[in-house]
T-cell receptor, first 120, second 108 residues
Framework: GAVVSQHPSWVICKSGTSVKIECRSL??????MFWYRQFPKQSLMLMAT?????????EQGVEKDKFLINHASLTLSTLTVTSAHPEDSSFYIC????????????????FGPGTRLTVL | GQQVMQIPQYQHVQEGEDFTTYCNSS?????IQWYKQRPGGHPVFLIQ?????EVKKQKRLTFQFGEAKKNSSLHITATQTTDVGTYFC????????FGAGTTVTVRA
């Protein structure tokens, strides 16, 4: 199936620093990428949707100046958590939706392995 | 907005038994998707249902989409320890709304 990678898989940082998470579609063109966060034993909460070359659309309650999303190419989107605080500690998961390569359903999201962020 | 609800939240199953998890939407869905997330892992796509009343099978897993396209179910027969994990349903035209998930544990 379609493969999405995320880097790093885990990161520990000090409060006040910024952290960048990369999401790559390895074998298809991700025209749309989605960023989720997941708290322990909870469901996925959509943070934002980004289309290649456009500004991201953020969900209500998600601070766009804190969670910067860039989708510069059809295979790469980045999420930067700026001035991270302990309450930002979470599991961040991206997914890609698109066409080409090994894509079977064009409206199915293929998830990355996630990035576990811990802010001290 | 659209809400997707899933029950039960937890399912503790004896190995070899069957169980079903249910998904209900407040609005009609164009399609419904099911994902499985193993402990410590990420959601993995299982299947997509599009047609009213559609039934699809994957080995011991049977997925069904309701006639009104507002509900869906996942039935697992002869549960195995490999079935452990959280099963999410998700629906939506563009943005997926995820259910809370059903976390399955299996006792041998």
């Amino acid at each position: 199936g379609a493969v999405v990678s995320q880097h790093p898989s885990w990161v520990i940082c000090k409060s006040g620093t910024s952290v960048k998470i990369e999401c790559r579609s390895l074998d298809f063109q991700a025209t749309t990428m989605f960023w989720y966060r997941q708290f322990p034993k909870q469901s996925l909460m959509l943070m934002a949707t980004s289309n290649e070359g456009s500004k991201a659309t953020y969900e209500q309650g998600v601070e766009k100046d804190k969670f910067l999303i860039n989708h510069a190419s059809l295979t790469l989107s980045t999420l930067t958590v700026t001035s991270a605080h302990p309450e930002d500690s979470s599991f961040y998961i991206c997914s890609g939706e698109g066409q080409g390569g090994s894509i079977r359903f064009t409206d199915t999201q293929y998830f990355g392995p996630g990035t576990r962020l811990t802010v001290l | 907005g659209q809400q997707v609800m899933q029950i039960p939240q937890y399912q503790h199953v004896q190995e070899g038994e069957d169980f079903t998890t249910y998904c209900n939407s407040s609005t009609t869905l164009s399609n419904i998707q099911w994902y499985k997330q193993r402990p410590g892992g990420h959601p993995v796509f299982l299947i997509q249902l599009v047609k009213s009343g559609e039934v699809k099978k994957q080995k011991r897993l049977t997925f069904q989409f309701g006639e009104a396209k507002k509900n869906s179910s996942l039935h697992i027969t002869a549960t195995q320890t490999t079935d452990v994990g959280t099963y999410f349903c998700a629906g939506g035209d563009y943005k997926l709304s995820f259910g809370a998930g059903t976390t399955v544990t299996v006792r041998a």
